[in-house]
């Protein structure tokens, strides 16, 4: 036994990982990770490709690891079931059965997590409400936008009322309002004391939720610890946002006003606008109240990948012999 599972045994930490790989072929999806998740929100950041979504699996147990261990509140996520009791996973794909209401959706999962059927729609209830999708819980999913159905994922993660929530890009899709209420509801599981990791792409999403940070590319971890320490790599780089809305030219007469925007244009890749700020933080604080003060209905929000790319080929040149 390497000296990476003898840490794992030994650690009172409720996510371990020892020395973990993940192959599918010839194809490394993670390569020889060594983790310890505390309580608390930790937030994997990564470009798409990077290893994040098969590392999410390995530790809720969908995944077997092609090497090394992983451990779950001390406990085998692959072989022992009995972990799905008090992990709750958000996964980035959908995969639903649209004829369903939301309701119906949510109270079936916890149905099959042997959940009395009264217990099952009082919870089901329950998590609608936390996330903000009550009102549309007895709308089938099949009429649901992107963020609603990102939402309804959410709910079925938490229902049950998990120590620990794997979250894989939650925010995808959302409106801002949605994902500054799911921000603020990430934040607040982790200052109750669950245990939370939470991926994404985008660097301010990330920091918004926790200081607390992984960084991954290529399947590899590059850096862990505080999120501040990896922002500074990125002062230097202007942030680009895309934003498709139903007001485009309008919103760019808005824009244009904050201080910290460097550029705002038509996206000539999209039907959108391609904004470039020097300070997200700002901008993104000031952005929801530009859009509803105006009733702009926004159809997208995101963030390409220029300016964290930056960053991981900084850090893979620093790690470079």
Excluded at 236 to 265: A, Y
Aim: hydrophobic letters at 40%; one cysteine or more.
């Amino acid at each position: 036994m390497s000296s990476s599972a003898h840490k794992l045994h030994g650690s009172d930490n409720p996510i371990e990982l020892g020395d973990v790989s993940k192959w599918y072929g010839e194809v490394i999806g993670v390569n020889r990770i060594s983790l310890s998740v505390a309580s608390g929100v930790t937030g994997l950041l990564g470009p798409n490709g990077a290893g994040k979504t098969t590392l999410l699996n390995l530790i809720v147990g969908q995944l077997k690891p092609s090497q090394g261990e992983v451990r779950v509140r001390g406990r085998n996520p692959w072989r022992d079931r009995s972990v799905h009791r008090f992990v709750g996973y958000c996964p980035d794909i959908d995969s639903f059965y649209r004829a369903m209401t939301g309701m119906e959706f949510v109270t079936a999962m916890l149905r099959l997590s042997a959940f009395l059927p009264w217990v099952a729609r009082k919870r089901a209830h329950a998590a609608l409400e936390t996330v903000g999708l009550l009102e549309a819980s007895n709308k089938k999913i099949g009429a649901y936008s992107k963020g609603m159905r990102q939402r309804l994922k959410f709910a079925q993660a938490i229902a049950h009322d998990p120590e620990i929530i794997v979250l894989d890009e939650p925010l995808g899709g959302m409106d801002p309002l949605a994902r500054k209420q799911t921000i603020d509801l990430i934040r607040k599981f982790g200052q109750e004391g669950k245990t939370v990791v939470v991926s994404s792409h985008i660097l301010h999403e990330i920091e918004a939720m926790t200081s607390n940070i992984v960084v991954m590319n290529n399947g590899k971890v590059l850096a862990e610890g505080n999120v501040h320490e990896v922002r500074e790599l990125l002062d230097r780089f202007p942030r680009k946002i895309r934003i498709i809305c139903d007001r485009p030219r309008f919103l760019s007469s808005r824009l244009v006003e904050f201080d910290d925007v460097v550029s705002v244009g038509l996206d000539r890749d999209s039907p959108g606008l391609l904004v470039e700020t020097v300070k997200p933080d700002a901008f993104f604080s000031r952005l929801p109240e530009v859009i509803l003060s105006n009733n702009i209905e926004v159809e997208s929000l995101t963030s390409p990948d220029d300016s964290v790319e930056a960053v991981f080929k900084y850090l893979v040149e620093e790690k470079s012999p």
